[in-house]
C-alpha cells in the first residue's frame, strides 16, 4: 500500500555519489525490501569512496545539485582495503575549504552505508532531503554558471554606455 | 603609524659569500650550474639567472628584491639545465621548504643538488617598486609569517643573522576575519575575488607543486572545470587548486605574486595548511616525507562529520 504523497513547493535535486560495494547494495536492498524514500536522490555509482574526486562535487553543484551525498563503506570494510580511508581524510578537508569559500554544508551530507543498511540509506537521503527542501534551491553556483559576465565586468558607467552603443 | 625599517644591512655580506662559494663550486666541478638571483635593468631590482661559468659567480646576489622562489626551474624547466652534475641552487627558507616537499614528492633528489641557503629578513612585496626600502609595510605578507629565516639542511649558508622584528601575521589576521564572517558574507568576498580571475594561469605556471604533465584543468573529456574566464570556471579552478596543494603547500605565496589581478591566492593555500595543521598536526615543507597527510590516513581519523 502506498503513503498519500505530499505535495511540495519545491523539491530538491540531490546527487548521491555512492560506492558500488557497500552504498549502492545498501540502496538496492532498500529497493528489494521495498522501503520508500524520496526520489529526489540522483545516485551514482563509483567502484569506491577513494574514486570520488572533491571536483565532483563541486561539478554537482554548478549542474543544478542542491544537495550532495557521499555515501560509501564503513571504516575497514573497504573492497580496496583502505579507498574509505583516504576518501575520509579527503573529504574531511574538502568540507573546510568548501565553508571558508562560503558553501553552506548542510548541503553536503557523508555517510558510511554498509550493504545490509537499507534502513540506513532511507534514513540518511530522507533527512538530507528534507534538510536540504527548507533550506530552499542551491542558488550561488548555478547564479555563478548563468553568470554571462567576463572577467572584464561592464562596472562602470563609461562601460556600459560604451557596451549599450553595441 | 609609522613604518618600521627591516633591517637589510646584512644582504650584502650574503651576497659576497654567495658569490664566493658558486664561484669555488664551479669551477672545482662539483657543480655544472647554479641557479640564483642577478640584478636586472630597473633600479634595484632583480631576476633570476643560470650560470654554469665561474666567471659569471659575480654576478650573483641577494637583495629584498630577490622575491622568485627559484624551486620552480628545477621542475617544470628542469629539461632544459644540463643534466650532467649537480645543479646548484640559492634557496631562501621559504624556497628550501618547497625543495623539501618536492623531493618529498621524488621530483627531485637531494644528492643531485646542491643548496646555497640564504639567511633571509624577508622580500619585497609585489605591489613595491624593487628600488624601495624595505620595510613592515613594503615586506611580502609570507614573510610577516614566516618561520624559516634560516634555511635547514643547506649544503652552504652564510654566517649572518638576519634580524627579525616580530610582525603583524597578515594572513592569520585574514583568515580570522574571514572565518568570522557568514557563509553568505564569505562567499560574496570570493565571488568578488574569483570574478577578477582571467584564467592566465601563472598561478599555476609559477607553482613548483603543479608539475603535473597534464592538467586535470585543461581536459576536456570530460570537462572537470570550465576553461574559459567565466565566474563559474574561475571559482572551480582556484578551488581545485587550493585542494590540489592542500598539505603539498608550503606557502612562498609564488601564485599572489605573479597574480595579474591581485586575488589573494596565498590566504586559501594557508588556510588549508592551517587545517591540516589542525586535523592531522601536518605542516608542509619541514622535512622530507613520502607521503603527505592526504596520501596516508589513520584509522583513528576523526569521522564526527560523517553520518
Redesign the interface.
Known amino acids: 500500500m502506498h503513503l498519500a504523497q505530499q505535495q511540495h513547493t519545491f523539491e530538491p535535486k540531490i546527487f548521491a555519489f555512492v560506492c558500488t560495494w557497500c552504498t549502492y547494495a545498501g540502496a538496492d536492498l532498500a529497493g528489494t525490501s521495498r522501503m520508500q524514500y524520496p526520489s529526489n536522490v540522483r545516485v551514482l555509482k563509483f567502484p569506491c569512496t577513494g574514486r570520488i574526486?572533491?571536483?565532483f562535487i563541486?561539478?554537482a553543484f554548478?549542474q543544478g545539485a542542491d544537495g550532495v551525498l557521499v555515501s560509501g563503506c564503513h571504516?575497514?570494510d573497504c573492497h580496496y582495503i583502505?579507498g574509505n580511508?583516504?576518501a575520509?581524510?579527503?573529504?574531511?578537508?574538502?568540507?573546510?575549504?568548501?565553508?571558508?569559500?562560503?558553501?553552506?554544508l548542510n548541503r553536503l551530507?557523508?555517510?558510511?552505508v554498509s550493504a545490509a543498511e537499507g534502513g540506513k540509506w532511507v534514513e540518511?537521503v530522507t533527512d538530507l532531503t528534507e534538510k536540504v527542501r527548507n533550506m530552499g534551491p542551491m542558488t550561488?553556483?548555478k547564479e555563478?554558471?548563468m553568470?554571462?559576465?567576463?572577467?572584464g565586468?561592464i562596472n562602470t558607467p563609461e562601460l556600459k554606455e560604451a557596451y549599450n552603443a553595441i | 603609524m609609522t613604518s618600521t625599517l627591516i633591517e637589510t644591512s646584512i644582504y650584502a655580506a650574503i651576497s659576497e659569500s654567495i658569490q664566493a662559494e658558486a664561484k669555488r663550486i664551479l669551477s672545482d666541478g662539483q657543480v655544472s650550474t647554479i641557479v640564483g638571483y642577478a640584478a636586472a635593468r630597473r633600479k634595484g631590482s632583480a631576476q633570476p639567472i643560470v650560470i654554469t661559468d665561474a666567471s659569471d659567480a659575480q654576478k650573483l646576489i641577494f637583495t629584498p628584491a630577490c622575491v622568485n622562489n627559484l624551486a620552480v626551474y628545477l621542475t617544470k624547466a628542469k629539461k632544459d639545465i644540463p643534466k650532467k652534475g649537480k645543479i646548484g641552487i640559492v634557496v631562501k627558507g621559504c624556497d628550501m621548504k618547497a625543495l623539501t616537499g618536492l623531493m618529498g614528492e621524488s621530483q627531485l633528489k637531494r644528492e643531485e643538488l646542491y643548496l646555497i641557503g640564504v639567511p633571509c629578513a624577508g622580500v619585497l612585496a609585489s605591489t613595491f617598486a624593487p628600488s624601495q626600502e624595505l620595510t613592515d609595510e613594503s615586506l611580502a605578507p609570507k614573510c610577516t609569517e614566516c618561520d624559516a629565516h634560516l634555511p635547514t639542511g643547506c649544503d652552504f649558508v652564510p654566517t649572518e643573522t638576519p634580524l627579525t622584528p616580530e610582525l603583524e601575521k597578515k594572513y592569520a589576521v585574514e583568515i580570522a576575519r574571514l572565518e568570522a564572517l557568514t557563509p553568505a558574507e564569505r562567499w560574496a568576498y570570493w565571488k568578488e575575488q574569483f570574478a577578477k580571475c582571467i584564467k592566465c594561469y601563472a598561478c599555476r605556471q609559477v607553482c613548483p607543486f603543479c608539475f603535473c604533465e597534464q592538467c586535470l584543468c585543461d581536459r576536456n573529456k570530460p570537462q572537470m572545470v570550465e576553461t574559459t574566464p567565466r565566474p563559474a570556471g574561475n571559482t572551480a579552478w582556484h578551488i581545485v587548486r587550493a585542494m590540489h596543494l592542500a598539505g603539498r603547500c608550503a606557502g612562498c605565496a609564488e601564485c599572489e605574486r605573479v597574480c595579474p589581478m591581485d586575488i589573494p591566492l596565498n590566504l586559501l593555500n594557508r588556510k588549508m595548511a592551517k587545517e591540516l595543521k589542525e586535523l592531522y598536526d601536518h605542516e608542509a615543507g619541514f622535512e622530507v616525507t613520502e607521503k603527505g597527510p592526504l596520501t596516508m590516513f589513520n584509522e583513528k581519523d576523526d569521522q564526527s562529520f560523517i553520518k
Open positions: 574526486d572533491p571536483v563541486l561539478k554548478q571504516p575497514g583502505a580511508f583516504h575520509r581524510r579527503r573529504f574531511a578537508v574538502f568540507r573546510k575549504l568548501l565553508e571558508f569559500v562560503g558553501v553552506d551530507q557523508f555517510s558510511w540518511v550561488e553556483f555563478l554558471a553568470e554571462e559576465q567576463w572577467s565586468a
